[in-house]
């Protein structure tokens, strides 16, 4: 899979390159665990890239995270 531009990447974090960020380290956090990737992407792709391809894809949500108490 080619080059994916922040731009379209920011359209799905609520234009936030902070969460953003966040949610492809814990996408890339899960799939280094070993839950399941949802593109097809080869082996030797790094967990970070897979994560970045997911959300550009709109298989991965960004989502505000409840503060806890």
Known sequence: MGYVGREKMLDRS??????????????????????????????????STIALHEISQGKVECKKLKPKE
């Not at 234009?15 to 839950?35: D, F, H, P």
């Open 14 to 47: 609520e234009n936030s390159i902070y969460k953003l960020v966040n949610c492809a380290a814990m996408r890339a956090l899960e799939i280094a665990e070993g839950q399941p990737k949802l593109t097809d992407d080869k082996a030797s792709t790094k967990p």
